[in-house]
């Protein structure tokens, strides 16, 4: 009973700030000065309109889920071949190539954005989609390949090995039954990929400063910098960005829960 | 490890399936850093290289007070977000077993987490606003006043308080998930032995997990250097220093002030200073954890 | 499933080939020569001017497209345009202040020597306008528009209401400043969580008390001079004074530019010292009921005893600058004629400008245009504002320093502070 009442309450702290920011994005600048707190009196949607036009939303939008895109393809191809060698295969340097990747798991972006920065500027890369697609796809790959890695080793290898002894090939293995049983493992490391490569910040910001290939999350902060004055217009934008990644985590909320809890078991 | 054994397979070729996953890390983390390395003893003209060999740099490290100032923050930020995210999160997690169907309670407090770090800095901002922000306008209802939240001394936990909002559902679905997992039985019998919830709790429960206790460390004290997203949204240029942490000293050392060199030296710091906190984690990590019994 | 994965991945690989290919060209041929501009944030009005500007120069030179990167006003300054300048597409025409950002460019290789150019528009432009478009006796910039960095922009509304007028001295200005309180008005609001606003403001002071060539001497960093030096801290006591008195909002350093408007705009603050693009502020916000903008602005009141003139204003000009290694110098020398040209020139001054071009300023009898442009043209003394002018990390220093003066510390303290700071420049 306690509990219950504690639970609500603790639901609402929750959602407060994100319902405020719905309803704020339904009224008009002048009604949220004067009551900040207060509930739209009609269901107004100029704001979101307004705001999906001024901030040229769609390119963004596209930018965003074709760097998310790529960068998760990326991710996963060369993270579950990684991870199949360093979990099925033997050969020299195994050990010490994954140490490195778990290396790269911990070191903070801070200490390679000087350097990255730089080096895409003499290959003349700055400014370019693929100055956001591989930075963020090469920071996803530790992450992807440990969370993999442990996986394929729970795997019993009884399948690979009578397909060995029938004769097929090491990739053959790869492709044709490792990956085929390790969908659920494959969704949840793409999920999780996409979700950071979606939010990333930085990398845009540091690597990206033509408007024209901006992604939503840089493109939002120069929109509420321009805009800042204009409250409700800044809401509508929130909710216009915020609710597709709320309806796709409602969708995908059990396997996002369930690779989380993996990755952290597996530790 | 799995059933059976791992054939002796890869030889000469397995190297190589770890080739497009070495290429990219290399490009991107790898060669960077070296770079850093470099550049952190180059002389640097904005962007022209004037020479290599000079340890100024390094040399003016200690001597910046704003660099203290980001030390000072980014340890006052990592203490308020272990309670604010660890802690809560535990909370959180204790709660979510007690109730018999909570997957609508773990899912809305860990909704948050999936939005970009840009949303919630803008959204949080307005909510902190001096007029018509939510949170002051939810204390004139009760009668207080206004609170500054984003100016000093609240700057950091203000900001903290932002991360605990984003991050305990996190760590809360951490620790749920290894809860969950402790046999009925053990609390059973520590019940009719005549326990507390409350030492169950401490006493049973907080040491089966204590892997992702140690865990969950590493990442909110390693994650405290890097926090920059929210920083920089809400706190714009910062002209007071009230919340320069490293990573946006960094930012303005590197582009507005164009100074490569010594912004190179700062990233090398601060690599040695995370590794060095993974190293007293790791040593923690021997220390509580040892070998974790099955259950 | 599988099949679903196969052809999602495939759709958004064909889009982002579309997408990508698609970024390069835009609308018009792919035979097209592309003239990039890039240049700060700039309000409707303006851009308004500009694509006018564009579309005539397009139907003048067929076959050229222009394109006009902009981003906002913060991120132009210091991240923007010099990322812009270094990826594989840099404009070939850029904003700047004149002054040291200008000089920095060209030293750097950034910057075409255009004297030719200055010298065939020298006729027709502003003699004060020059200054800072220069470096080792070439000529970089072409400036086109002049400002005047900080004026006491005032709302005419609440100083009527309370029987005030524009203050000449010091004095008088503590005087409506104290008036203004008792009626529980701000008497002056400033957005300054970029920096810049105070930064400026303040900065009149300094040269106005320590002295033209004494402040000019300091902010160059050279040898022998500190920031902390006794002047400097006499000339900040004024800001301490102003913020120690309540004049200034509280949350002034954490409040965004965009954002403090409003307080003037709902009287509950008077005051706001900015440059002239205040009038675009105006125009933006009172887009609906122009009748109901009531502005206007007196100069930054003189003090006695100081070492500098009373009545320097401080201002700056700002312009374009041509890529270095541009290939399309001759497209770039036609854009900025016709920029130039007392055409677009004169609907620049209509919305609020004070531009270069004598002859489209002497056209205007719009009687605030006429009184810039008369303060502009009498002031002995134009002070550029630190961050254009000098080195940007000491002027972040210093305007670290101000802002901590604003909010209560003393000013010898955040003075040696910002002195520590630049130690490292010298």
Avoid at chain 2, 270 to 294: F, N, P, Q, S
Avoid at chain 3, 172 to 181: K, R, T
């Amino acid at each position: 009973m306690w509990s219950r009442i504690l639970t609500v309450l603790i639901m609402l702290f929750y959602a407060l700030p994100i319902v405020w920011m719905y309803l704020s994005a339904m009224r008009t600048d002048p009604d949220f000065l004067a009551r900040p707190l207060g509930i739209p009196k009609a269901l107004n949607f100029e704001n979101f309109v307004t705001a999906y036009r001024m901030a040229d939303m769609t390119r963004h939008f596209l930018v965003s889920i074709l760097v998310t895109a790529v960068g998760t393809i990326i991710v996963l191809f060369a993270a579950s071949l990684a991870a199949f060698s360093f979990s099925r295969l033997r050969y020299r340097g195994r050990d010490t190539l994954f140490a490195l990747f778990f290396l790269g798991l911990i070191l903070p972006v801070q200490s390679f954005i000087v350097g990255l920065f730089v080096l895409f500027r003499s290959i003349g890369w700055l400014n370019t989609i693929a100055a956001m697609v591989i930075p963020t796809a090469g920071m996803g790959i530790p992450i992807a390949i440990v969370i993999m890695k442990y996986y394929f080793d729970a795997l019993p290898s009884s399948l690979e090995e009578s397909a060995y002894i029938d004769g097929a090939g090491t990739f053959l293995v790869y492709r044709a039954i490792v990956l085929p049983i390790s969908t659920a493992i494959i969704m949840t490391v793409a999920i999780f990929t996409a979700i950071n490569i979606w939010n990333e910040f930085l990398i845009p910001f540091v690597m990206v400063q033509s408007e024209r290939i901006r992604p939503l999350t840089t493109s939002l902060y120069v929109f509420s910098t321009r805009h800042s004055a204009r409250i409700t217009l800044q809401m509508a934008a929130l909710s216009i960005i915020v609710t597709p990644m709320f309806l796709l985590y409602a969708v995908f909320q059990k396997q996002v829960q369930r690779g989380i809890t993996a990755g952290a078991l597996k530790e | 490890m799995g059933g059976g054994m791992i054939r002796q397979r890869g030889g000469t070729t397995g190297w190589l399936y770890a080739v497009p996953a070495l290429l990219l890390f290399l490009l991107v983390i790898v060669i960077p850093t070296l770079f850093t390395v470099t550049f952190s003893v180059a002389d640097w003209q904005r962007f022209q290289l004037k020479g290599i060999g000079t340890m100024k740099h390094y040399m003016r490290l200690p001597l910046d007070i704003t660099l203290g100032k980001a030390f000072r923050n980014t340890f006052l930020y990592m203490s308020y977000t272990v309670v604010f995210e660890i802690g809560t999160g535990l909370f959180l997690a204790a709660i979510a077993i007690r109730l018999r169907r909570s997957l609508l309670f773990r899912s809305l407090i860990f909704a948050p987490v999936v939005l970009p770090s840009i949303v919630t800095g803008v959204l949080w901002q307005q909510a902190f606003a001096m007029e018509a922000g939510l949170l002051n306008r939810l204390l004139a209802v009760f009668g207080v006043e206004s609170v500054r939240w984003l100016a000093p001394p609240l700057t950091i936990f203000s900001i903290s308080l932002v991360s605990g909002w984003v991050w305990a559902g996190f760590f809360m679905t951490i620790f749920y998930a290894g809860l969950v997992r402790i046999p009925e039985s053990i609390s059973e019998s520590a019940v009719l032995d005549g326990a507390s919830p409350i030492t169950i709790f401490f006493k049973i429960q907080l040491p089966l997990i204590r892997n992702l206790l140690v865990l969950a460390l590493l990442i909110v004290t390693t994650g405290a250097f890097k926090g920059f997203d929210l920083f920089k949204v809400m706190l714009r240029r910062d002209p007071l220093e009230s919340g320069v942490v490293f990573p946006t000293y960094l930012v303005r050392t590197f582009f507005e002030n164009r100074n490569i060199g010594y912004g190179s030296a700062i990233s090398v710091l601060l690599t040695v200073v995370v590794l060095m906190i993974m190293g007293i984690v790791a040593v923690i990590r021997r220390v509580y954890v040892g070998d974790m019994e099955e259950y | 499933m599988r099949r679903l994965c196969y052809v999602v991945a495939v759709l958004l690989i064909a889009t982002g080939v579309l997408f990508a290919g698609g970024k390069q060209e835009g609308t018009g041929e792919p035979g097209d020569t592309v003239l990039r501009i890039a240049s700060a944030i700039q309000g409707p009005e303006e851009i308004r001017i500009y694509n006018d500007l564009v579309a005539e120069f397009e139907a003048n030179h067929p076959g050229t497209r222009v394109e006009w990167d902009r981003s906002t006003g913060d991120d132009y300054q210091f991240t923007g345009l010099p990322s812009l300048l270094e990826s594989d597409t840099p404009p070939d025409i850029y904003f700047e202040w004149g002054g040291n950002r200008v000089a920095e460019w060209a030293a750097d290789g950034y910057a075409l020597d255009i004297t030719d150019l200055a010298d065939e528009l020298r006729p027709i432009i502003n003699e004060s306008a020059w200054a800072g478009s220069e470096h080792e006796g070439a000529t970089y910039l072409i400036p086109d528009n002049q400002d005047i960095t900080i004026m006491m922009w005032y709302n005419v509304d609440l100083f009527n209401r309370y029987g005030l007028a524009a203050p000449d001295t010091w004095d008088e200005f503590l005087a409506v400043g104290e008036v203004l309180l008792e009626n529980g008005v701000t008497p002056i609001v400033m957005g300054n969580a970029d920096a810049w606003v105070a930064g400026n403001f303040i900065g009149v002071f300094l040269s106005r008390w320590a002295g033209d060539d004494y402040t000019h001497r300091v902010l160059s960093l050279e040898p022998g001079t500190a920031l902390n030096n006794p002047r400097f801290i006499e000339a900040l006591q004024f800001a301490y004074e102003l913020g120690r008195r309540g004049f200034i909002n509280s949350d002034v350093n954490t409040l965004g530019y965009e954002d403090s408007f409003a307080r003037l705009f709902n009287e509950s603050a008077a005051i706001y010292p900015l440059g002239t693009w205040f009038t675009d502020e105006v125009v933006n916000a009172f887009a609906e009921d122009p009748e109901k903008a009531n502005f206007d602005y007196f100069d930054v009141p003189s003090f006695a005893g100081g070492a500098g003139d009373p009545d320097s204003v401080m201002g700056l000009n700002t312009g374009w600058l041509v890529n270095a290694n541009t290939e399309n110098r001759n497209l770039a020398y036609d854009f900025l004629r016709l920029l130039l040209s007392e055409k677009y020139q004169s609907r620049f001054i209509d919305i609020g400008r004070i531009s270069t071009n004598t002859t489209a300023m002497n056209g205007s009898d719009d009687p605030y245009i006429r009184q810039v442009a008369r303060t502009l043209d009498s002031t002995p003394v134009l002070i550029s504002p630190p961050d254009t002018g000098y080195d940007l990390e000491m002027a972040s220093a210093l305007y670290e320093a101000i802002a901590k003066v604003i909010e209560g510390i003393d000013p010898a303290t955040a003075l040696a502070e910002a002195e520590n700071k630049v130690q490292f420049l010298r």
